[in-house]
């Protein structure tokens, strides 16, 4: 038979510290300060945004770099 044992390490040590560790992120759940929906879709368009811009920066640096060192080594080569 299996005796629970009330010392720190024991089964109801583990069951202590579960029960305070849920007991803190409940509190501190209930300190955040969420956002409004409108503050939501507003960010979420800037970040939408921000990423097809850099995107695009990324293709045309992509592009140049491609014909300076790609078509430009070949050309030099001939």
Known sequence: ?????TERGG??????R???FLSAVNVEIR???WPT???????????ILLAAALGVVIGLFDWILQKILVDGVA????
């Open 37 to 47: 929906r409108d503050d939501l879709v507003d960010t979420t368009r800037k970040i």
């Open 1 to 5: 038979m299996a005796t629970v044992q």
């Open 75 to 78: 050309a030099l080569a001939r």
């Open 18 to 20: 579960v029960t305070g």
């Open 11 to 16: 089964v109801v040590g583990v069951v202590a």
């Open 31 to 33: 300190k955040i300060t």
